[in-house]
């Protein structure tokens, strides 16, 4: 059975940091891209990150560049997604994705929220 769950979420000051992580398990974790999403109330999905099966790649949205970093452990079959110098307009729940060329995986999604 395939399981992606997230946490660590919550709620943070703005210029605070939070790092999320992301539990893989029922699939061959080293052979898909992952992704963190995330969605505001009455918004889009949107990409955050995303990081090659190899780990050698990593892109950005624009507007988290600079700030947010994602990381995996295939050991641990676990994707991190470090955010600091939070805003509020980064608050959202957010969501892990493992893909493939022949899979798409989604996980329930941990809110966060900034807010002083």
């Known amino acids: 059975q395939v399981q992606l769950v997230e946490s660590g979420g919550g709620l943070v000051q703005p210029g605070g940091s939070l790092r999320l992580s992301c539990a893989a398990s029922?699939?061959?974790?080293?052979?898909?891209?992952m992704h963190w999403y995330r969605q505001a109330p009455g918004k889009e999905r949107d990409m955050v990150a995303f990081m090659s099966s190899s780990g050698g790649t990593a892109d950005y949205a624009d507007a988290v560049k600079g700030r947010f970093t994602i990381s995996r452990d295939n050991a641990k079959t676990t994707v991190y997604l470090q955010m600091n110098s939070l805003k509020p307009e980064d608050t959202a729940v957010y969501y892990c994705?493992?893909?493939?060329?022949?899979?798409?995986?989604w996980g329930q999604g941990t809110q966060v929220t900034v807010s002083s």
């Open positions: 994705s493992a893909q493939s060329s022949r899979s798409t995986y």
């Open positions: 029922g699939f061959t974790f080293s052979g898909y891209a």
